[in-house]
């Protein structure tokens, strides 16, 4: 279950209220992502139970992110029984980190999670990176999400998430959308025969999304198969996450004036699109993995960052 408004993709495999769940060690390795900070990482940065392509892949973005925006960003005030949590019995894991934007940025706030627990079809890992834009800009969210179900099955989002209608203002779909080349970055990966289109069950999620959306599942079968997926990750994904990422950083982290008028719609619309993410994820899926306890404390960190 993923801390954005996405994890309906998974809903149907969480397990159900009371089942049991076992998580499998893994050791972590530690990263530094804030380097210009004196205190370690929080937990989050470690994406500790991703396979080490997914990890190191979702490490290089975060920090491409934070060395860009770094300046714009405030400390994280996230206490630390939401930076690091877990269920009673330690059979599931999650870390979430939240850190907002200063004064004059363009960045509302950076969400970094990862969530870990076992599901009936084995261990389900998910790990989110999402970056939310004030209405001092009307240039997309950020989002890149790894749900690994399988060592040799993964889905992969990664999106400019847009703010505006793009059918009614096709200039902002050729700025953003059409003169990057954003297309052709799907269509590399599609041709992979390891990579199929995911269909998200929630017909909201797909409202959401800009028409060039990476939302694949990445198959490499079901035998021993680790390494072509590792393959997969370290050449085309690696290159076509960094690319997308950062043509975000390029053209989307900047000031765009905007009338009164538009920032009252952006407000509405990004509201909208926030309290959709609690009422169909959070508040649907994190009781099931932790307990209500748990998840009410998360999900009232999530609530200040998205302002609902």
Not at 41 to 60: G, N, S, T
Not at 133 to 147: K, Q, V
Not at 158 to 166: A, F, N, S, T
Not at 262 to 283: P, W
């Amino acid at each position: 279950m993923s801390l954005v408004a996405v994890s309906s993709l998974l809903s149907p495999l969480l397990p159900r209220p009371g089942s049991a769940v076992a998580v499998a060690g893994c050791k972590s390795r530690s990263i530094r992502v804030r380097a210009s900070m004196s205190s370690p990482p929080p937990p989050v940065a470690e994406f500790p139970y991703l396979p080490p392509a997914q990890r190191d892949l979702m490490v290089e973005v975060l920090s491409m992110v934070e060395t860009e925006l770094g300046p714009q960003l405030l400390p994280s005030t996230v206490p630390s029984d939401v930076l690091s949590f877990q269920n009673p019995s330690g059979s599931a894991h999650g870390a979430l980190d939240i850190r907002y934007g200063g004064p004059d940025s363009t960045v509302d706030f950076i969400l970094e999670s990862w969530l870990h627990c076992q599901i009936p079809t084995g261990a389900l890992t998910i790990a989110t990176l999402s970056v939310w834009l004030n209405s001092s800009t009307d240039a997309p969210h950020l989002l890149l999400e790894f749900i690994q179900g399988t060592p040799t099955s993964l889905v992969l989002l990664l999106d400019l998430i847009p703010r505006k209608d793009v059918a009614l203002h096709p200039d902002y779909l050729d700025e953003f959308y059409h003169q990057t080349d954003l297309d052709k970055q799907r269509q590399v990966l599609a041709k992979l025969p390891q990579v199929q289109p995911y269909m998200s069950p929630s017909l909201y999620v797909r409202s959401m999304l800009s028409p060039t959306a990476i939302i694949v599942n990445i198959n490499c079968g079901d035998g021993n198969e680790q390494t072509v997926m590792e393959e997969i990750i370290r050449g085309k994904v690696n290159m076509i996450c960094k690319d997308i990422v950062q043509i975000w950083l390029r053209l989307c982290v900047k000031t765009r004036q905007s009338s009164e008028v538009d920032q009252d719609i952006l407000v509405k619309r990004d509201s909208l699109m926030k309290s959709k993410a609690i009422e169909i994820d959070l508040e649907a899926n994190l009781p099931r993995m932790f307990t209500p306890e748990v998840a009410s404390r998360v999900v009232r960190e999530i609530k200040k960052a998205y302002k609902v």
